[in-house]
């Protein structure tokens, strides 16, 4: 707070009090610190000496009441007091400004104490915004590395599916191509007996191709194809044939390297080489009959490259042991040696 | 019984006062408490005179015809305008109405109760009942310790230390800003419309905490709270402490921040 007297204006108000009435200098005080609401009260180490000067210039007297001073104005004082009328009215005026300074203290204070506090807080929310965003940011990110290698997984397990699918499409279409192939070699199978029996019993031709069929496959006496002796063999003969198919494919996925087209032309070459030896090896003895027809051996060769020498084998080791036992002896290895001759190149 | 007709700059003192009134249009009133002998100044004055009324202990500033109940309907702009300060005793209860006046009240431990329109509170280390109601002022209170209750539109209340028992607050869009402690078992209860309101506890509170906002953000850094965010609610509740006092929010679209402040045994972090 601002002095609240100028030079010489607390001589001049002290007159004033003394002016009003007489008084203890400790009334003075008590006076003083009322006209500024106790902001200001003066100490009698400041009071006493200056009520003893006005005494000593004459302004002032005193009387003595119970031990204490009773400070009362001379006509000096009040001359003083008359003669500087103007200031005693700014003083006043002064004194009334000093207590709306204490108001105005009062309200800066709490408003400065209310900004700050609200900065501060306003700060602290901030701050604490920004940690929270900084976990989300934080959390953000591990869901997306979450994502992330979750998706590596899932494109990876995809990949699998697809070549999965792709290999089960793979031994669909193979399955099928051997079921063509024997639907084929079923059909040539039955346009021979067709035309055999025809040379031999005539009428048979009119018969449904499934009777004639069950017909043909009963007759197993009859020095015809090995493995058609029954449907039981028949189907090991399948089986095998396409077991060696799926043999060999995975010969070719384990050796792990790029099934490139020149692998193929020497594959044909050995099979075709497999098959001519099971022709010759396996049904070298039924060949002669069949060839009479002069239909199942291209058949037997066009549909399946592949296959016959795969079902070489199967009849060799299913059915027909009694027959050709002999040649599938001789057959297995013969067949096994091409997929195995057919590895290294692949290699 | 005394009465004044102020129509000039005045001062007055008086014996007694045992209870204050003030009614005032434009300008400002300041009451402080004060150990010595009451007293009133008016410092400045424009158009109608002051009424002031002294009768067994009872104060009364005001302008004719302008109750405390018809205060707030008073809307007729008004060119009447004073500047008054006021000393009472410390243990003076004291009502305070003002359009759009600003009021500063210092010190006093009975209690205030201020009513206003556009002008702004400033309370300082008042205790006891402290109400405050206002339309769009700013309510701004240091040091405040009792019983606080404060409504308004749009003003916004700050209290800047101090302890409650009980703090009510409601508003429609008004900030509220609040660093206090809890009394023992004490409450806080704020709320709002779309008002912000940022509460800050000493870490060592004891209070049942419920903190609501059904569009705003709702965040705490009392770590023992959980946190429920349901599509149109966001709450944070549980308890503080013991949980024996009570602190709960509720706010439309307002945001709620409760800060966690240096325990009360260990004060004088702020200011």
Known sequence: MTPVFRHGRLRLYLLRLLDEE?????????????????????????????????????????????????????????????????????????????????????????????????????????????????????????????????REAADAARDRARQAREQAREQARQAREEAFAHAHRLREEA????????????????WGEWSRWSEWAGRSSRSGWPGQHDLGALRDFERLARDFVTDLRSVAWDSGTILGTDVIPTLRDILADTLDRIREEVFEIHHDEPDEDSAPPPPSDAPAPAEPPAGAQPPAAAEPPADTAPPADTAPPADTEPPGAAEPPVK | ????????????????????????????????ASADRPSLAVSELYGRPLHVSHADGILTVSYE?????????????????????????ADCPIQLGVLSASAVVA?????????????????????????????????????IDGEIRFK??????????????????????????????????????????????????????????????????????????????????????????????????????????????APVGMESKTQ
């Open chain 1, 22 to 150: 007489p008084r203890h200098g400790y009334e003075v005080i008590r006076l003083l610190r009322d006209r500024f609401m106790g902001v200001y009260a003066p100490s009698p180490g400041t009071i006493y000496p200056r009520l003893a000067r006005l005494e000593e210039e004459g302004l002032v007297t005193h009387d003595e009441e119970n031990g204490r001073k009773v400070y009362r104005i001379t006509e000096a004082g009040r001359e003083e007091l008359r003669s500087r009328g103007d200031e005693i009215d700014e003083l006043e005026e002064e004194l009334s400004a000093s207590v709306s300074d204490i108001v105005r203290e009062v309200r800066e204070d709490v408003r400065d104490t209310v900004r700050s506090l609200r900065e501060e807080l306003t700060r602290a929310a901030r701050e604490m915004r920004g940690a929270e965003r900084d976990a989300r940011e934080q959390a953000r990110e591990q869901t997306r590395a979450a994502r992330e290698s979750a």
């Open chain 1, 191 to 206: 346009s021979r007996l067709r035309d055999t029996s025809k040379d031999q019993w005539g009428g048979w031709g009119n």
């Open chain 2, 1 to 32: 019984m005394t009465h004044w007709t102020v129509d000039a700059p005045t001062a007055l003192e008086f014996d007694e006062v045992t209870e204050l009134n003030v009614r005032l249009i434009d300008g400002t009133v300041a009451v402080l």
């Open chain 2, 65 to 89: 015809s302008l109750s405390w109940d018809g205060l707030l309907g008073f809307l007729k702009p008004r060119k009447d305008k004073a500047v008054v300060t006021i000393t009472v005793p």
């Open chain 2, 107 to 143: 010190g006093l431990h009975a209690g205030a109760a201020v009513k206003g329109m556009s002008g702004d509170i400033t309370l300082d280390g008042v205790t006891g009942d402290v109400s405050a109601e206002t339309m769009s002022g700013e309510v701004a209170g240091c040091d």
């Open chain 2, 152 to 261: 308004s539109m749009s003003g916004g209340l700050t209290l800047a230390g101090g302890s409650v028992g009980t703090l009510t607050v409601d508003t429609l869009s008004g900030q509220v800003t609040a660093d206090v402690s809890l009394h023992e078992s004490g409450s806080v209860r704020v709320s709002t419309m779309s008002g912000e309101v940022t509460l800050r506890l000493p870490a060592d509170s004891d209070a049942q905490v419920s903190l609501r906002s059904t569009s705003g953000a709702v965040r705490t850094e009392f770590e023992t709270l959980r946190t429920v965010k349901a599509p149109a609610s966001h709450t944070v509740s549980g308890n503080v402490g013991a949980g024996s006092g009570h602190v709960s929010v509720t706010t439309m679209s307002g945001a709620v921040t409760l800060l966690r402040g």
